[in-house]
Structure formats: C-alpha cells, structure tokens
Nanobody
C-alpha cells in the first residue's frame, strides 16, 4: 500500500488547515488509518485515527480542535485542524494498517507561526 500525504504549509496561530492522505489498494475501506506527528528529538505521537469500522481516537492535545474523517470512495483520509497553535508544528505522517501490513507516508510539514 502506498500512502501519500498533502496539504502541509505555513499557517498563523489560530488558523486552520486540512491535510489529505490518499492510500492505494482496493481494500481501503477495511484499513485502519491514522495521522501521527513528529518533531526533532521527540517520538512520533498519535494525532488521530479512524478504524475501518469507523471508530475514532484523538490525542489529548488535539481533542476539540482536530477532526479526522475518511471518504472510502476516494481512498482518502482527512485531518481538519482548527485553532492551530505553534506547538502543533511538526511533520505529519499518515499511517495505514490492514492485518499485519503497515505503511507510512513520506510526511508533510506543518508550521504554525506565533
């Protein structure tokens, strides 16, 4: 499965941004999809995930501000980010899991200026 993220850019604090992640494969609707982020020197952390069954999980730091969604017909998962903070600055990675198969995208940089 190939995973490709897009949408990262520079945005001011308080602004909004929507990331997209498209995954290849005919069984996308069964995939558990997640957004993670990483800053230099720190571990990659979960931002949000949505299972193939539609169960959604958010990291504590983004609850109430970020929304994950998926459109299976487009093989795409989105991350709507509102009320962005400078501490949201990171490389955002998309992850796809199906059974024992796992794929990561190359990452997209989100920079939030104060």
């Amino acid at each position: 499965v190939e995973v490709v993220e897009s949408g990262g850019t520079l945005v001011q604090a308080g602004g909004s941004l929507k990331l997209s992640c498209r995954a290849s494969g005919v069984f996308f609707s069964f995939n558990d999809m997640g957004w993670y982020r990483q800053v230099p020197g720190k571990q990659r952390e979960l931002v949000a995930s949505v299972s193939g069954g539609g169960n959604i999980t958010y990291g504590d730091s983004v609850k109430g501000r970020f929304t994950i969604s998926r459109v299976n017909a487009r093989n795409t998962v989105y991350l709507q980010m509102n009320s962005l903070k400078p501490e949201d600055t990171a490389v955002y990675y998309c992850n796809s899991k199906y059974g024992t198969s796992e794929s990561w995208g190359q990452g997209t940089q989100v920079t939030v200026s104060s």
